[in-house]
Nanobody
Framework: QVQLVESGGGLVQAGGSLRLSCAAS????????MGWFRQAPGKEREFVAT????????YYTDSVKGRFTISRTNAKNTVYLQMNSLKPEDTAVYFC????????????????WGQGTQVTVSS
């Protein structure tokens, strides 16, 4: 029902910034909460940030709080992740996800996933 495509990843120095975008299909985009997850080699996919369907409510994992900002533009079916003050430990493949589950942070609460975009932060 929903197809997601991420873009905006790349190579950046520590302390720099990147903005990720996720373009979604579907007429019911605003009904889904949207999330960003990330996965480094050999590690599990972990929660990063989520935004409610309206765009009003957001929630972040502690390690990115104050540095990352999630937002959405429902008229364009797009969700964003603005990443500032990047650290080498932020290096991972970042995935966009859409879901209607009760949990804001669990992978099981998200029904649709993008293909991922690589973010690499050099020291």
């Amino acid at each position: 029902q929903v197809q997601l495509v991420e873009s905006g990843g790349g190579l950046v120095q520590a302390g720099g910034s990147l903005r990720l975008s996720c373009a979604a299909s579907g007429r019911t985009f605003s009904l889904y909460k949207m999330g960003w997850f990330r996965q480094a080699p050999g590690k599990e996919r972990e929660f990063v940030a989520t935004v409610s369907g309206s765009g009003v409510s957001t929630y972040y994992t502690d390690s990115v709080k104050g540095r990352f900002t999630i937002s959405r533009t429902n008229a364009k079916n797009t969700v964003y992740l603005q990443m500032n003050s990047l650290k080498p430990e932020d290096t991972a493949v970042y995935f966009c996800a859409a879901g209607r589950g009760a949990s804001a942070t669990s992978r099981e609460a998200y029904d649709y996933w993008g293909q991922g975009t690589q973010v690499t932060v050099s020291s």
